[in-house]
């Protein structure tokens, strides 16, 4: 089935300074990747829509300057959070699709996400 | 952004117990989704509804797809311990590579 890395999958930084997570299709191409942002006891909240080669879409109320994305081959797309602040501590999800592995998984496999903890 | 609301919020039951979840929107959708998500990891999906009245089972799960495409729900029978988990139901619009919306989940304690 389709599988998708993320990495890493802990993390603790200190405030002020910027965190790369990776989230990778191993053995599909993704041609759109979507990453959610979960609090404790929460639902997954979608923070923004990449799409191979193009520029992100952001949810309403997300900086994406804050939170840039880069979506640069079918098979990563990286999420930096950029001069992380105590209150961007959260469990960060990455899933990613593939129109042609419908049936099986409906082309939406999620990462196992990325716990950030800034100090 | 916009949310599915999910009930119960939480469950504690007996090994051996069958359980219902439902989830509903305001706004219709033409895909439903029931996902398990444990601690620490990314959710896993159980099951997919694609059209409206479509009732799948999956093992011990059944879900169906609401007739006014608005609501779903999710039966588990004969629950065992690795049940245990965060249920979420998630909606879509138009298919593949379109956003999908989380409900509010279900937190599910199995006791033996």
């Known amino acids: 089935g389709a599988v998708v890395s993320q990495h890493p999958s802990r993390v603790i930084c200190k405030s002020g300074t910027s965190v790369k997570i990776e989230c990778r299709s191993l053995?599909?191409?993704?041609?759109?990747m979507f990453w959610y942002r979960q609090f404790p006891k929460q639902s997954l909240m979608l923070m923004a829509t990449?799409?191979?080669?193009?520029?992100?879409?952001?949810e309403q109320g997300v900086e994406k300057d804050k939170f840039l994305i880069n979506h640069a081959s079918l098979t990563l797309s990286t999420l930096t959070v950029t001069s992380a602040h105590p209150e961007d501590s959260s469990f960060y999800i990455c899933?990613?699709?593939?129109?042609?592995?419908?049936?099986?998984?409906?082309?939406?496999?999620f990462g196992s996400g990325t716990r950030l903890t800034v100090v | 952004g916009q949310q599915l609301n999910q009930s119960p919020q939480s469950m504690f039951i007996q090994e051996g117990e069958d359980v219902s979840m439902n989830c509903t929107s305001s706004?219709?959708?033409?895909?439903w989704l029931w996902y398990k998500q444990e601690p620490g990891e990314g959710p896993v999906l159980l099951i997919a509804?694609?059209?409206?009245?479509e009732l799948t089972s999956n093992g011990r799960l059944t879900a169906q797809f609401g007739i006014t495409r608005k609501d779903s729900f999710l039966n588990i029978s004969a629950s065992i311990p690795s049940d245990v988990g965060i249920y979420f139901c998630?909606?879509?619009?138009?298919?593949?590579?379109?956003?999908?919306?989380f409900g509010t989940g279900t937190r599910l304690q199995v006791t033996l």
């Open positions: 899933s990613a699709t593939d129109s042609f592995i419908l049936g099986e998984t409906y082309g939406y496999t």
């Open positions: 053995d599909f191409q993704a041609t759109t």
């Open positions: 990449s799409n191979e080669g193009s520029k992100a879409t952001y």
């Open positions: 706004s219709i959708f033409n895909t």
């Open positions: 509804l694609y059209k409206a009245g």
């Open positions: 998630a909606g879509s619009l138009t298919g593949t590579a379109s956003k999908l919306t």
